[in-house]
């Protein structure tokens, strides 16, 4: 296993961070799952700033997993940068959160979300929802060619 | 807050009988004030005619004295001829005598309407001419034989003072005759004017009355008026700020609402998740009553899960805008019995869908309330062995009521008055499951709609539910009411 990190996980309370990782792990979808505690933090992973200045833009996580409340930079907000820039416009982003507001999903799928899941609150179901998510983006799904990030950065230079 | 508007109605004047009594009372001095230029003016027509009557007397005693001049006129001349011969004394008297036919042919016109005065020139005639004939024989025996023969004719002739004086009796009676009709025709002048000024001072004073008394009507009811409409406004003003007020309030409560039912949600499922993860994890290590105690965990957390999500549906009914739409009512009802199979698959459910009318509403929203009341409908007959369900319409003082009825528990009517409050239940969760949210949520959806609901029960017999969904006359209250939902301050969500 490649230490790659394959999925992103937007989260700032750390109970549903560790549920979530748990149930990932537990039906052995992902292994290096990075944890933002908020949209700030979420955004300096995304474009390699700070303390993820290490990282490249071509190796960017299969799947975003964002919830939607968050400190600092909300959770829109955070979708927006990610789909305005051409870096990582084609990241999949699944929101998971426990707001099903119509006014949110309205305003996620204009954006350009992939997909919109509402964080149940039995932890079956729960699970469940999780490891269909993970399913679906890590294994059935076919990522992204990794052109699909380098020739902006090509363009770029 | 209905009570106060309608009490504010009733201070007001009613508007037909106050514009009618207006116009009376104006078609009234209209009438008088017509009546007296009509009253006026044939008066005025009168004393013309009065005063053409003095103007004509005057003329007959006029002509009366011309004749006595005329007469004296002749004998003047005649005189003159038989003292001097003189030819010129002779044209004087031709002069009078000539004047003398004039002015009796005028008279004689002038008295065409006096029978009277008509006899009277009859006598007067006859001694003029005796007269005239006496001055003429005197001219001719002047003329015939000279100054003597012509001053004998003369003493012969003293029949002239006879003649003369019955004249002047004659003319003076006709005089007397016209000063007396002057007198009658100037006192009807008179009184004519007399007439036209009380007609004039009174007709106007009267219509001057009149007018003062409409003003006066007119000023009362415009201040009557104002006062209403002022108090109409303060009262418009009143419920305008009562409902801004409870419409906050309203906004409030849903926020609270649905704030901490959304907070709630998380910790929530972390309890669940982490009860879990222990019988995941630890369960080996545990006896069995320590797994029952977790079991127990995981249960109630689940309970209170619904209870949040309902509570949060709740909310979300309240803010939710309406999308209006013709809906056919019949094939909500018939999708909904099919979704709801699998909750009576195993049961005995008679279902009796009568012909339902297609409504302007919300569709999905529609739904909802046929998915609350028929899943009551079939967990409430869960203890039957023949379930009866019947969804139906029927028509009360033109109003259209759908009713969903069954043969279920029922409920006692004693606490009727529950039914729809939130988290309200009334049997026990033993017998029957449910959060106690999904009544309230119907009430709610149909309240939005401006419709009304009620329900009839007899315990262990079953329960019908009523409801109305509002007509065409609720849309501007609804669309109020929309307009509150879209200005409302947005939830915090995550």
Same mark, same amino acid.
């Given at each position: 296993?490649?230490?790659?990190?394959?999925?992103? #996980?937007?989260?700032?309370?750390?109970?549903?961070?560790?549920?979530? /990782? =748990?149930?990932?792990? %537990?039906? @052995?979808?992902?292994? *290096?799952?990075?944890?933002?505690e908020d949209g700030a933090e979420a955004l300096d992973f995304l474009f390699c700033r700070d303390s993820h200045k290490d990282?490249?833009?071509?190796?960017?996580?299969?799947?975003?997993?964002?919830?939607?409340? #968050?400190?600092?930079?909300?959770?829109?907000?955070?979708?927006?940068? /990610? =789909?305005?820039?051409? %870096?990582? @416009?084609?990241?999949? *982003?699944?929101?998971?959160?426990?707001?099903?507001?119509?006014?949110?999903?309205?305003?996620?799928?204009?954006?350009?979300?992939?997909?919109?899941?509402?964080?149940?609150?039995?932890?079956?179901?729960?699970?469940?929802?999780?490891?269909?998510?993970?399913?679906?983006?890590?294994?059935?799904?076919?990522?992204?060619?990794?052109?699909?990030?380098?020739?902006?950065?090509?363009?770029?230079? | 807050?209905?009570?106060?508007?309608?009490?504010?109605?009733?201070?007001?004047?009613?508007?037909?009988?106050?514009?009618?009594?207006?116009?009376?009372?104006?078609?009234?001095?209209?009438?008088?004030?017509?009546?007296?230029?009509?009253?006026?003016?044939?008066?005025?027509?009168?004393?013309?005619?009065?005063?053409?009557?003095?103007?004509?007397?005057?003329?007959?005693?006029?002509?009366?004295?011309?004749?006595?001049?005329?007469?004296?006129?002749?004998?003047?001349?005649?005189?003159?001829?038989?003292?001097?011969?003189?030819?010129?004394?002779?044209?004087?008297?031709?002069?009078?005598?000539?004047?003398?036919?004039?002015?009796?042919?005028?008279?004689?016109?002038?008295?065409?309407?006096?029978?009277?005065?008509?006899?009277?020139?009859?006598?007067?005639?006859?001694?003029?001419?005796?007269?005239?004939?006496?001055?003429?024989?005197?001219?001719?025996?002047?003329?015939r034989s000279g100054f003597q023969a012509g001053v004998e004719a003369f003493r012969r002739a003293n029949n002239g003072e006879?003649?003369?004086?019955?004249?002047?009796?004659?003319?003076?009676?006709?005089?007397?005759?016209?000063?007396?009709?002057?007198?009658?025709?100037?006192?009807?002048?008179?009184?004519?004017?007399?007439?036209?000024?009380?007609?004039?001072?009174?007709?106007?004073?009267?219509?001057?009355?009149?007018?003062?008394?409409?003003?006066?009507?007119?000023?009362?009811?415009?201040?009557?008026?104002?006062?209403?409409?002022?108090?109409?406004?303060?009262?418009?003003?009143?419920?305008?700020?009562?409902?801004?007020?409870?419409?906050?309030?309203?906004?409030?409560?849903?926020?609270?609402?649905?704030?901490?039912?959304?907070?709630?949600?998380?910790?929530?499922?972390?309890?669940?998740?982490?009860?879990?993860?222990?019988?995941?994890?630890?369960?080996?290590?545990?006896?069995?009553?320590?797994?029952?105690?977790?079991?127990?965990?995981?249960?109630?957390?689940h309970k209170m899960g619904c209870l949040v999500d309902d509570l949060l549906n709740l909310s979300q009914v309240g803010r939710?805008?309406?999308?209006?739409?013709?809906?056919?009512?019949?094939?909500?009802?018939?999708?909904?019995?099919?979704?709801?199979?699998?909750?009576?698959?195993?049961?005995?459910?008679?279902?009796?869908?009568?012909?339902?009318?297609?409504?302007?509403?919300?569709?999905?929203?529609?739904?909802?309330?046929?998915?609350?009341?028929?899943?009551?409908?079939?967990?409430?007959?869960?203890?039957?062995?023949?379930?009866?369900?019947?969804?139906?319409?029927?028509?009360?003082?033109?109003?259209?009521?759908?009713?969903?009825?069954?043969?279920?528990?029922?409920?006692?009517?004693?606490?009727?008055?529950?039914?729809?409050?939130?988290?309200?239940?009334?049997?026990?969760?033993?017998?029957?499951?449910?959060?106690?949210?999904?009544?309230?949520?119907?009430?709610?959806?149909?309240?939005?709609?401006?419709?009304?609901?009620?329900?009839?029960?007899?315990?262990?017999?079953?329960?019908?539910?009523?409801?109305?969904?509002?007509?065409?006359?609720?849309?501007?209250?609804?669309?109020?009411?929309?307009?509150?939902?879209?200005?409302?301050?947005?939830?915090?969500?995550?």
């Open positions: 296993m490649s230490n790659e990190v394959e999925i992103l #996980l937007v989260e700032d309370s750390p109970e549903d961070a560790e549920l979530t /990782i =748990r149930s990932l792990r %537990r039906n @052995k979808i992902a292994n *290096v799952i990075q944890v933002a990282r490249t833009f071509v190796n960017p996580p299969k799947l975003v997993l964002l919830d939607l409340k #968050l400190p600092k930079v909300g959770g829109m907000e955070v979708l927006r940068a /990610i =789909r305005a820039d051409e %870096r990582t @416009k084609a990241i999949p *982003v699944v929101v998971l959160t426990s707001s099903k507001e119509e006014r949110d999903l309205i305003e996620g799928y204009k954006l350009g979300v992939n997909a919109y899941a509402q964080k149940p609150v039995d932890f079956d179901q729960f699970n469940e929802t999780v490891r269909q998510i993970g399913m679906f983006w890590m294994l059935v799904n076919q990522a992204p060619p990794p052109e699909a990030f380098a020739a902006s950065t090509a363009r770029e230079d | 807050m209905p009570a106060r508007a309608d009490e504010d109605k009733g201070e007001l004047p009613s508007g037909t009988t106050m514009s009618s009594s207006s116009k009376a009372i104006a078609a009234c001095a209209l009438i008088i004030v017509a009546c007296i230029g009509l009253l006026s003016f044939r008066s005025e027509v009168r004393s013309e005619e009065d005063r053409a009557w003095v103007r004509h007397t005057y003329l007959v005693v006029e002509r009366l004295q011309a004749v006595r001049i005329d007469i004296t006129e002749a004998e003047t001349g005649q005189r003159a001829f038989m003292l001097t011969g003189e030819q010129t004394h002779l044209e004087q008297f031709d002069d009078g005598v000539s004047q003398l036919g004039q002015d009796m042919r005028e008279l004689s016109d002038l008295s065409t309407d006096n029978a009277e005065q008509r006899e009277a020139i009859k006598r007067l005639n006859p001694l003029i001419v005796a007269r005239l004939e006496e001055l003429g024989d005197g001219i001719d025996a002047r003329r006879k003649w003369m004086g019955q004249i002047a009796a004659q003319i003076g009676e006709m005089r007397h005759n016209e000063d007396q009709l002057l007198g009658t025709r100037l006192d009807t002048a008179a009184a004519s004017t007399r007439k036209i000024k009380i007609v004039i001072v009174c007709g106007n004073a009267l219509a001057i009355l009149i007018l003062v008394v409409k003003g006066f009507v007119i000023h009362r009811e415009t201040g009557k008026r104002n006062l209403a409409e002022e108090h109409l406004k303060g009262a418009n003003g009143r419920l305008e700020r009562r409902t801004a007020e409870l419409s906050e309030t309203n906004i409030e409560l849903e926020s609270f609402a649905y704030s901490v039912a959304h907070d709630l949600r998380a910790p929530l499922r972390h309890i669940a998740g982490y009860s879990n993860v222990l019988v995941q994890d630890y369960g080996p290590s545990l006896d069995a009553g320590g797994l029952r105690c977790l079991g127990k965990i995981e249960e109630c957390a939710q805008k309406l999308s209006i739409q013709d809906t056919l009512l019949g094939s909500l009802v018939e999708q909904v019995v099919e979704d709801l199979a699998p909750e009576y698959a195993s049961r005995e459910v008679e279902w009796r869908i009568g012909d339902l009318f297609s409504a302007e509403c919300d569709s999905g929203l529609m739904k909802q309330v046929f998915v609350n009341l028929l899943s009551n409908a079939v967990k409430y007959t869960g203890k039957r062995e023949h379930a009866v369900i019947e969804v139906g319409q029927t028509r009360q003082n033109g109003e259209r009521i759908i009713f969903v009825r069954d043969n279920g528990a029922g409920f006692d009517m004693q606490y009727v008055g529950k039914l729809f409050g939130v988290f309200q239940r009334l049997h026990k969760a033993r017998d029957f499951e449910g959060t106690g949210v999904g009544l309230a949520i119907v009430q709610r959806i149909i309240r939005k709609h401006g419709g009304r609901i009620w329900a009839e029960g007899v315990l262990d017999q079953g329960a019908t539910f009523f409801f109305t969904i509002g007509s065409p006359e609720n849309t501007t209250r609804k669309e109020l009411e929309l307009r509150l939902t879209e200005e409302e301050t947005y939830v915090e969500r995550s």
